[in-house]
């Protein structure tokens, strides 16, 4: 007796095709929110770092210049314009050093601190001719939300202390990202 079997047709059925393409669908649709959560992500970290490391940087270069100050002063006319310290600019008078870091006798370099619009922060270097710091502009942050600074005596020739609260914020999309530094800072012998 011959039995015949019947060749199945090569080929997928219906369903086989339904179900290989519902999980390629599922894998697409993965791989987007994958993408989709990276960027998000990553946009974040990039917006927090940016206020977070303006902040960082504000402090720090205010720190550098006030720590080795002599004196808060009250006016100084730099060579474009003149500054005035207040509770939203600092104006310092520096010892000036030469190429080795010594302190030159008798000179001095001079810097403000001052805002530019309402988030733009500026620092001015008008240092002396023998003195090693070099003279210019830097805008230090465009993402300053607030600036107070406090003197610890209204007389400019008696601060010993400047202590500055900086608030720094950014946008990342609906979320706004804040970062806030405060600091007391002692002038240089005292």
Same mark, same amino acid.
């Given at each position: 007796m011959i039995t015949y079997r019947s060749k199945r047709p090569g080929g997928f059925t219906m369903i086989e095709t339904v179900i290989v393409i519902a999980i390629g669908a599922s894998v697409i649709i993965a791989i987007a929110l994958l993408v989709y959560n990276f960027n998000?992500?990553?946009? %974040? @970290? +990039?917006?927090?770092?940016? =206020?977070?490391? =303006?902040a960082t940087a504000i402090m720090r270069e205010i720190e550098s210049l006030v720590l080795p100050a002599n004196a808060v002063l009250q006016t100084h006319t730099f060579p474009n314009a003149s500054y005035t310290s207040t509770a939203d600019s600092l104006v310092l008078e520096i010892p000036s050093i030469d190429i080795s870091g010594n302190i030159i006798a008798s000179t001095y370099d001079y810097a403000a601190f001052y805002i530019v619009g309402t988030t733009n922060l500026y620092r001015v270097l008008q240092p002396n001719a023998l003195s090693a710091r070099v003279s210019g502009t830097k805008l230090l942050s465009s993402t300053l939300s607030s600036l107070t600074? &406090? %003197? #610890? /005596?209204? /007389?400019? &020739? !008696?601060? =010993?202390?400047? &202590?500055? /609260?900086? $608030? +720094? $914020? *950014? @946008? *990342?999309? !609906? /979320?706004?990202? &804040?970062?806030?530094?405060?600091? $007391?800072?002692?002038?240089? #012998?005292?």
């Open positions: 998000k992500i990553s946009a %974040y @970290n +990039t917006i927090s770092a940016r =206020s977070s490391g =303006s600074i &406090t %003197y #610890n /005596d209204m /007389d400019f &020739t !008696k601060v =010993s202390v400047a &202590t500055v /609260d900086i $608030q +720094t $914020q *950014a @946008n *990342a999309k !609906k /979320d706004i990202l &804040t970062d806030r530094r405060r600091e $007391q800072i002692r002038l240089r #012998n005292h």
